[in-house]
């Protein structure tokens, strides 16, 4: 029997023979400044499937953005276990967190942070700058393909301030996607958006997750775009209510 370096240090984490992609153990997150405490988070348990695509909704304030932040490991809980793709990550160095960061979750944000004197083409390429290995031409490539996917491929010498808000936004997703990440985590992708430009974001979000099997968790005050995904996860208070 062979088995690879890949299957020894990547264990699949299943639950009931379904492969999870995320998983969330009691996730507890306080903030403290000088004199105030804010619990953001309380008790969260959750568990995503690899190649779900679920969203995240609550009201301002009750740690949707906290949540989304933890699972990109952008930020750490005060307490709690989390698991990305078979890694407990909890005690991972801060090196190894930015090289899963960087190689499995893409980032979608509500105000693009798109980088303003860069072109399109060069805003796309970020985030493989930090894959070492990899030649000028072959992230020129990676963009180009990632642009194609978005519907953008004729905009690459544009710059942020020439597009519309919907094209800015599709950029923003050609970045995310450019390193093909496993997790997709957007938070309120079409929030800037007019409703028509929401739902043109949308539908390029479910075909990623259909086509490339991308797993997607979506933060959005739209009952509308959540409907449109598996399942909807409920935050109220820093708690979650289903
Ligand atoms: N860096 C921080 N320092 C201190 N408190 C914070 C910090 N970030 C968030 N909080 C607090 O944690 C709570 C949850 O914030 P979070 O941004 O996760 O809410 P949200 O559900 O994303 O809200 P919104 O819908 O307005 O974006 C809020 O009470 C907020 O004030
Ligand atoms: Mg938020």
Not at 43 to 64: C, D, H, Q, W, Y
Not at 70 to 87: A, C, E, F, T, Y
Request: charged share 25%; hydrophobic share 35%.
């Amino acid at each position: 029997m062979t088995t690879t370096s890949a299957a020894i240090s990547q264990p699949l984490d299943t639950q009931a023979g379904v492969e999870l992609m995320i998983r969330l153990e009691e996730v507890e997150k306080v903030y403290r400044t000088d004199r105030i405490e804010t619990v953001a988070l309380t008790n969260v348990n959750l568990a995503v499937r690899t190649g779900e695509f679920i969203s995240i909704m609550g009201p301002s304030g009750s740690g949707k953005s906290t949540l989304l932040n933890i699972i990109g490991l952008l930020d750490v809980p005060s307490s709690g276990k989390v698991v990305i793709n078979g890694r407990t990550i909890n005690s991972y160095s801060d090196r190894n967190l930015s090289r899963v960061r960087n190689e499995e979750i893409g980032f979608i944000f509500q105000t693009f942070h798109l980088i303003n004197d860069l072109s399109v083409q060069d805003n796309v390429e970020i985030p493989l700058l930090y894959r070492r290995s990899m030649t000028g031409g072959e992230r020129r490539r990676l963009a180009q393909e990632a642009l194609d996917r978005v519907g953008l491929s004729s905009r690459v010498h544009h710059f942020p301030s020439q597009l519309s808000g919907g094209q800015q936004q599709r950029v923003a997703i050609a970045r995310a996607i450019v390193g093909k990440p496993r997790v997709l985590l957007a938070d309120e992708p079409t929030g800037n958006l007019d409703s028509q430009m929401g739902d043109e974001i949308m539908d390029l979000l479910e075909g990623l997750n259909e086509q490339a099997g991308t797993t997607i968790i979506m933060v959005t005050h739209d009952p509308r775009q959540a409907e449109k995904t598996e399942r909807i996860h409920r935050l109220f208070d820093g708690r979650q209510v289903n």
